[in-house]
């Protein structure tokens, strides 16, 4: 059992630690909250003086706000169901013996630890180009025309390319849940007769109902954020600028630093209340 003096010493050992996250996490937003309320043009004067609120209603009352907030749900939306509905099928099928079983799993799981950036350039000049991409030369192959991903479909396309990054870390998590299930209670069921598809809505399913909590509210933090692979393919363009990538035109694109701070915030709020909302979900399933 451990004493007062050794609570004592595992706090102040910890302290440095600690004081230093909060720093790092503290500074920024304060110094986001400060920028906010200020007419601060980097390129035009610098810091013209107290704003107020005029950020926050500018920001929000912009033709491109809500837009991009919908444009930014749409594609945590697409991007859940597709590495759920997909990495559950293939957690199924990794958990089946098979030649070389080690060997796939890392080459299904080798997505993750490729950059964004990197996994972004590869889509869209290996498979996505409407000239020389793989997709291409398959669809004039059989005699249709190209599409021209990027801009024909973008948002698809961008769903399709987040959704191969973020895979292989769904698939990792729902095959962890896979194989701690009862292997016995699902052969008796099999040995009773009962069907693959009532054993998986009735067994298997439920069993994977926390992991499939964790995978969603992970990335749904993460993805909330998306920035780079929207950069790299689109550029914002064609209806798949979203909430971080508006904030960086405002801030970048145009130099306002005021503006764009008060985006930010929005974008805390954002994302507060979506992982609220899924931490009440998550406590439910933990429960």
């Known amino acids: ?65 809500w837009p991009s907030v919908q444009t930014t749900l749409i594609i945590v939306g697409g991007v859940l169901v597709i590495t759920i509905v997909l990495g559950i099928i293939l957690a199924l099928l990794l958990d089946q013996p098979m030649w070389g079983q080690g060997i796939v799993r890392i080459l299904v799981i080798a997505p993750f630890f490729v950059m964004p950036t990197v996994s972004a350039l590869v889509w869209k000049n290996m498979f996505m180009d409407p000239v020389n991409g793989l997709f291409a030369h398959i669809w004039k192959f059989f005699g249709a025309t ?27 998590i729902l095959l962890t849940a896979v194989q701690s299930l009862d292997s016995e209670q699902l052969e008796a069921a099999e040995m009773d007769g009962a069907p693959f598809h009532s054993r ?12 499939i909590t964790i995978v969603v509210l992970i990335q749904t933090i993460f993805l909330l954020s998306i920035f780079a692979e929207i950069f790299v393919t689109t550029g914002g363009a064609f209806g798949t600028r979203t909430l971080s990538y508006l904030i960086f035109q405002r801030v970048l694109e145009s130099q306002n630093i005021g503006l764009g701070s008060a985006g930010g915030v929005y974008a805390i709020i954002l994302a507060n209340i979506v992982a609220i909302f899924l931490m009440r979900i998550v406590g439910k399933n933990l429960d």
């Open 146 to 172: 190209p599409v021209e991903w990027l801009s024909q479909a973008s948002m698809q396309s961008l769903i399709m390319i987040v959704s191969w990054q973020w895979l292989p870390f769904a698939t990792l």
């Open 200 to 211: 998986f809505i009735y067994m298997i399913l439920p069993h994977l109902a926390r992991a």
């Open 1 to 65: 059992m451990a004493t007062q003096q050794s609570r004592s010493a595992a706090r102040f050992m910890l302290a440095p630690a600690v004081i230093l996250l909060l720093g790092w996490m503290l500074v920024p937003l304060i110094m986001t909250l400060w920028f906010s309320f200020r007419n601060y043009l980097p390129l035009r004067g610098g810091d013209l003086g107290w704003a107020g609120f005029d950020n926050y209603v500018r920001f929000i009352g912009s033709s491109s706000f």
